[in-house]
């Protein structure tokens, strides 16, 4: 039951933050965890708009919030690595009539935050509302090997101005994180859904990728590439001489990626391939570090399609890139994961996985 | 009243409010000629249902009797939870719903046939069936939308629960068995992969519709390897219903306990102010006395950054023009709300209210000062080292805030008078008025 005019915040979702929602969701290899990742997903779009929509001081950022899968229908997923101003946020949904206790996604706990939004999805209606915000510190979960934990409601705040004062002026040493708990569940990072084939046709505005072309703009890219660790160009000549063509046609394009609290840099190359009887299309991917010269040793680059893992790269001791080339027909989608391990336990750290890259030129 | 007589009585409409009720002979004769020696209520409403599917227009009557009563019931159900809240009546709503003019043969097709045409008894009981589509009325739905209330449909019940949430409900509230609810889990499952991937992949469009009889079939398909015996697609609606019912009927009970909950927490926070106040510096009159020159130069900084936000993301320079006038008038002509809707040609004054949004615009104000406070004067920097203190810090600058926003609001209520905090000394008005008159 849904007041549309209660004092309390209810935030309408205009419709392309809704289909934002649906196609990562309907992107899920896994369809039993599509519905609870889509009222997650819903959630972060509906404070997302919350926020648009008011003046704050408060610096936003959601380029590399991640959603958190779960494992099956009927558990709640969640989302973190939402930034605001210094703070990491977290959120989770809610029922609209909890009573004493919250399932809380343990999932969360992975790389703590320092705040937690709890919103209650008005699915049928398209709307979401607040229903407290918690303190990571306040938190102490029970370790259980559930994948969710009830915690008390009387630990969260329902007015949510407290929060926006907090994340506007508090001090980022006032707030504590709670003790990171090391269950990892697939996370995905997320970004719009990329159709390789549209970046050939340069049809699309990228927000989250910065787009450029190899072949003509060379000063431009030996430009930006200065700010890079080691110049691209040259590792471009070194595959091709290696034996790969990258023909004058393919479209490049970059973005940064955070995973266990360091930032990369992800490089996609694509194109199609015409000589084969069924029309193909090619991915070369290349990773490099932002913050350093070389790779962290364990870091992992890998390449799916549906299960299948079709390529597994890792960082020795100071590789500076990893790459992947991969060639499929144009109804095969790649997924893309990168995964940190430590290299002298072997356990894994951190893993993210990008939405399924596709190549749909109609 | 006696259950049986629910058969020959209808409630219908009364021109003068509320409902009357009328006994129906026709049905009474039917009913004592046919089944006199009946003692199970139950049993009765199954013969009735089967006569009704032969046609009979006695039994009819009867079952449209029946719903009457139902549709009352479930009426009275919506006016008790939110009545109060949204503002409505039972009046307001019987009259969508109860529309049965208890004639037996006539074009006229009230909401009685309609749920009796589409009933099917190996799916749910009469009262269940009724009360669905009762709650499902688009008009009255409409009704309930425009006073601001949202009717979640049962699909939506099941699409929020999660499978802890269910298993809780069902055991420690309904008693299920341990098996009952394993089976449970898994139509739920079924129901996920089959309905709420469809809906997904559909674009969620609107509110969630019954299962087809195509996507049941694919349920059942999907359960066959898992459940045993096979089950029907009839059995699988009839269990979702049961479910969803469950869900609902515990939700129903807390709305009803509520009251007393919410008494509770404003007593909490009540006493949290108390608390708050008798710590230092808070009262706003205070706060203003302490630090009213910074209080000043903040204020200055933070509505000059909001309202240049505000308009610059209206849509099209008139609206960005209208919210600027309507800010001028309010609060440096000190016009009512209600003079600046004629002036400005909008309809009602809450058309003033929705451009002007000011219970935002101070949160945003206050925000902003917050953080300028912050950078300008280093006797507050304790303030933002301590989450509790800056929450009493804040709640003062809100409070000083309040007063002068809302004086104005104030005042369009009590016309005449000019209230106090508004004559006296607002800071707020003064530096928009300053600011508005800049440009």
């Known amino acids: ?362 | 009243m006696n259950e049986l007589v629910k058969y020959w009585t209808l409630l219908r409409i009364n021109p003068a409010g509320g409902y009357q009720t009328e006994k129906l002979a026709i049905a009474q004769t039917y009913i004592a000629q046919t089944y006199p020696d009946l003692t199970e209520l139950h049993q009765l409403q199954q013969h009735l249902t089967r006569d009704y599917q032969n046609h009979s227009t006695e039994a009819e009557l009867c079952l449209r009797c029946f719903i009457s009563h139902c549709t009352l019931e479930e009426c009275s159900s919506i006016v008790r939870q939110f009545g109060e809240c949204y503002q409505f009546n039972q009046s307001d709503v019987l009259g969508y719903v109860l529309d049965d003019d208890g004639l037996a043969t006539s074009d006229y097709s009230p909401l009685s046939k309609k749920i009796l045409a589409s009933y099917n008894p190996a799916i749910a009981t009469l009262n269940t069936w009724a009360t669905r589509l009762v709650r499902q009325h688009p008009a009255l739905n409409q009704f309930l939308k425009q006073q601001g209330l949202f009717l979640k449909s049962d699909w939506a019940v099941l699409n929020s629960t999660t499978l802890k949430r269910l298993q809780q409900v069902l055991s420690k509230r309904f008693y299920w068995s341990t098996e009952a609810i394993q089976t449970a889990t898994l139509y739920l499952e079924s129901y996920h992969t089959v309905y709420l991937s469809d809906r997904i992949a559909e674009g969620s469009q609107g509110r969630c519709k019954e299962p087809t009889p195509e996507q049941l079939k694919r349920m059942a398909n999907y359960l066959q390897p898992k459940l045993n015996p096979i089950v029907s697609p009839n059995q699988i609606l009839n269990q979702l219903f049961a479910i969803a019912e469950c869900l609902r009927q515990h939700h129903l009970n807390r709305y009803q306990t509520e009251s007393i909950e919410d008494k509770t927490i404003q007593i909490k926070a009540e006493q949290k102010l108390v608390d708050s106040s008798s710590n230092g510096l808070d009262s706003s009159e205070e706060f203003l006395y302490h630090y009213r020159a910074q209080f000043r130069k903040c204020l200055n900084a933070a509505l000059e950054t909001v309202i240049q936000d505000y308009t610059s993301r209206l849509p099209g320079q008139t609206k960005a023009d209208q919210f600027r006038t309507a800010l001028r008038l309010l609060y440096c002509q000190k016009i009512t709300m209600t003079q600046i809707a004629e002036q400005l040609d909008l309809k009602r004054q809450d058309n003033v209210a929705r451009l002007l949004k000011l219970k935002t615009l101070r949160a945003d104000v206050g925000l902003h000062m917050l953080k300028g406070l912050k950078q300008d004067i280093s006797e507050t920097a304790q303030n933002f080292a301590d989450p509790e203190r800056l929450n009493r810090f804040a709640d003062a600058i809100d409070a000083a805030l309040h007063d002068q926003v809302d004086a104005l609001l104030e005042k369009d209520a009590q016309q005449s008078k000019t209230p106090k905090a508004y004559q006296k000394d607002n800071l707020f008005a003064e530096q928009l008025c300053a600011l508005l008159s800049r440009d």
């Open chain 1, 1 to 362: 039951m849904i007041p549309l005019d209660a004092a309390s915040t209810l935030v309408d979702l205009t419709p392309e933050r809704v289909n934002h929602a649906i196609a990562l969701s309907q992107a899920l290899i896994n369809p039993l965890s599509r519905w609870q990742s889509y009222l997650a997903l819903l959630a972060l779009e509906g404070f997302t708009q919350w926020l648009s929509d008011r003046s704050t001081p408060i610096q936003f950022d959601r380029s590399q919030a991640r959603l958190l899968e779960p494992s099956g229908f009927g558990i709640p997923a969640a989302i973190n690595s939402v930034y605001a101003n210094q703070f990491h946020i977290g959120f989770l949904v809610v029922e609209d009539d909890v009573e004493d206790e919250i399932e809380f996604p343990v999932s969360l706990m992975q790389n703590p935050a320092h705040f937690y939004v709890a919103v209650c999805v008005h699915e049928e209606s398209h709307q979401v509302s607040f229903h407290s915000f918690l303190r990571g510190a306040d938190l102490n979960l029970d370790s259980t090997l559930d994948e969710t934990s009830m915690i008390p409601v009387s630990l969260g705040e329902a007015n949510l101005e407290r929060l926006l004062w907090h994340l506007a002026s508090l001090e980022l040493s006032a707030m504590a994180l709670p003790k990171a708990s090391p269950m990892i569940s697939p996370q995905w990072l997320i970004q719009p859904l990329v159709n390789a084939a549209q970046w050939l046709q340069t049809q699309i505005d990228e927000l989250t990728w910065t787009l450029f072309s190899l072949e003509l703009t060379p000063a431009g890219m030996r430009s930006r590439a200065s700010a890079f660790n080691a110049d691209l160009t040259s590792v471009f000549t070194e595959i091709e001489r290696s034996g790969l063509h990258i023909p004058s046609t393919a479209q490049s394009g970059y973005r940064s990626i955070t995973l266990n609290h360091h930032t990369f840099r992800l490089y996609m190359t694509t194109w199609a391939v015409e000589e084969a009887s069924k029309p193909e299309w090619s991915l070369l991917i290349i990773l490099e570090s932002i913050q350093l010269s070389t790779l962290p040793t364990g870091t992992q680059l890998m390449v799916q399609e549906g299960d299948n893992v079709l390529i597994q790269e890792e960082a020795k001791l100071e590789s500076t890139y990893l790459i992947a080339q991969i060639i499929g027909t144009w109804d095969e989608k790649f997924t893309l994961t990168l995964r940190s391990i430590d290299p002298e336990t072997h356990v894994l750290i951190d893993s993210l996985s990008l939405p399924p890259i596709v190549f749909q030129p109609y």
